[in-house]
């Protein structure tokens, strides 16, 4: 499938996706939403759902924003997520010096910062976001912390945005899904997409599955 026809699809500039309507039996994917904001994923789905054929299967996957806020209110980085700790290894940044919010930022505005620890660099916004994270609620903190970094061409692998499933399930539902599930690993109603060798093999162990059909 990786050696198959590639096809270029902008999703900031494009209009269309380049397929007909109701021509497409499964769609899919995977840890991309997250680094572009609402109104172009908005887009994005819409089109999807064009695209797709009746009974068509769409796929979504990305990081789940409620297990990193979980993690950060009762502050079990260290026991939960070993792997993310090289964010700060690579900088040589002391563990004592990392907070929970620290993660946070990283996961879903890695752009506020050139380096993993915000507050070296702008310790007003850090300490802004300190308070906002406790007097905020959880959609309102994230919304907070994401629109305070914007898309950069320069840092296209940045982080700029946060989903879970109930957000998903939302956007999907307005580009016209009726039909929005929570999934798992591997979970699939589609066969061709329960294969792990190609599908859903991106972080599995911190991300969200959703799939929604027409």
Known sequence: MRRGNHIEYNIIT????????????????????????????QRMFNEVYRCLEKGGVFRVTCPDADLFYTAMRMNTFDRFFHRRRAWFEKTSTPEDK?????????????ALSTTPILRDENPLLWEDLKQKSKELLKEEFLDYLTNQVEFDINRIGCHINWWNGEKLTKFLRSSG????????????????MCD???????????????EAYK
């Open 196 to 210: 792990i060798n190609l599908f859903d093999n991106t972080m599995p162990d911190e991300s969200v599955y959703v």
């Open 98 to 110: 990392v907070e929970p919010l620290d993660y946070i930022k990283m996961a879903f505005a890695t």
């Open 177 to 192: 899904f009726q039909h929005v599930r929570i999934s798992t690993y591997g979970g699939s109603v589609a066969a061709p």
């Open 14 to 41: 494009d209009d269309k996706l380049p397929f007909e309507t109701n021509s497409i039996c499964l769609a899919y994917t995977s840890h991309t939403i997250e680094h572009l904001k609402d109104e172009f994923i």
